[in-house]
């Protein structure tokens, strides 16, 4: 008799654990299902039928059309983005990104953001977009979707408006004292193309040191020569002549405008940099900042 209650005993506990058993394997296999519909895309049956329960995915456009804001990340980069005596954002990039904005029906919102930083607050949703004379090298293309290129950068060499025509035809800058900032891609270039450098705080400094005579040339930015030197500027008598770059071989820099991968909003803004080179507005943006030159209008 106890036999047989022992064995009914263990049979009961066999039945009970093969339902728990079995009530885990489904849990499980559920789970993996799940995991594989968000990693894999809805690839097998599985997955396929886990990822026709989630809603579609909300476009970007739709996104910032639904919030009324087109949130832009820049720093602080004259002539693209500065701010005016009024504390607002101003400048080329942040003049196109307000039309941009408008073409969309919303309004632009300017975020400072740390510039190391601007793939994850892209990725984020802490901004919408990277406007500010962004390059767009390797790294920026693997990270997010880019704009087609709205303007080029290089090195110009600037020396006093009298003595233009002395430099025009210049193959290496040997003998000369050029004023550079100091770890700035322009003392790279001033050096690999022989030149006695001498090195300053800033671009804004190289500038002083050719129009006081100290210095022979000067090594700066096309967009930064565009905005600050030549007719309606603090230094009229300077003028830039020879294209680093191109004496050197070197493509200048693409700047374009960083979206999410996959965002819809590169398409809307290539249609809108279309329409305002056509209407003229591209240019005449670029001509209120000095930028003019730099441009792609073509």
């Known amino acids: 008799m106890k036999k047989m209650l022992s064995f009914a005993m263990a049979l009961v506990m066999c039945l009970s654990l093969a339902a728990c058993g079995g009530g885990n394997t489904s849990q499980t296999s559920g789970s993996s299902g799940s995991a594989g519909g968000s990693s894999s895309g809805g690839a097998g049956g599985q997955t396929g039928s ?9 476009s970007d456009l739709e996104y910032v059309k639904g919030k009324g804001t087109l949130v832009v990340g820049i720093t602080d980069f004259d002539p693209m983005d500065y701010r005016d005596a009024n504390g607002e954002w101003i ?3 942040a003049d196109m990104a307000k039309a941009f904005a408008t ?7 300017f975020v400072e953001i740390t510039w190391d930083y601007k793939v994850m607050e892209l990725n984020a949703k802490n901004i919408d977009c990277v406007w500010n004379g962004m390059t767009l090298n390797d790294e920026v293309m693997a990270a997010m979707d880019t704009s087609v290129p709205y303007s080029l950068n290089a090195q ?19 003998g000369l004292s050029v004023a550079v900032e100091s770890g700035s891609a322009g003392e790279d270039a001033a050096e690999a193309l022989g030149a ?22 000067a090594v700066i930015d096309l967009l930064m020569a565009g905005a600050m030197i ?4 603090s230094y009229e008598n300077l003028t830039h002549t020879l294209n680093l770059n191109d004496i050197q071989g070197l493509e200048s820099e693409e700047y374009g405008v960083g ?11 290539n249609q809108f940099w279309a329409d305002s080179v056509a209407d003229g507005t591209a240019l005449a943006t670029g001509t209120t900042y000095g930028v003019q030159e730099s441009l792609l209008l073509d």
């Open 259 to 269: 979206f999410r991968q996959g965002s819809d909003l590169v398409a809307a803004y």
């Open 103 to 109: 073409s969309l029906g919303v309004e632009a919102e």
């Open 91 to 93: 400048g080329f990039d």
């Open 50 to 58: 886990g990822s026709t329960s989630q809603p579609a995915a909300e």
């Open 196 to 217: 006695n450098v001498v090195p300053v705080a800033k671009q804004a400094d190289t500038l002083l040191e050719v129009s006081a005579g100290t210095s022979d040339a």
């Open 230 to 233: 030549g007719e309606g500027t």
């Open 156 to 174: 110009v060499l600037v020396v006093p408006a009298d003595k233009a025509a002395d430099f025009q035809a210049l193959t290496s800058l040997e």
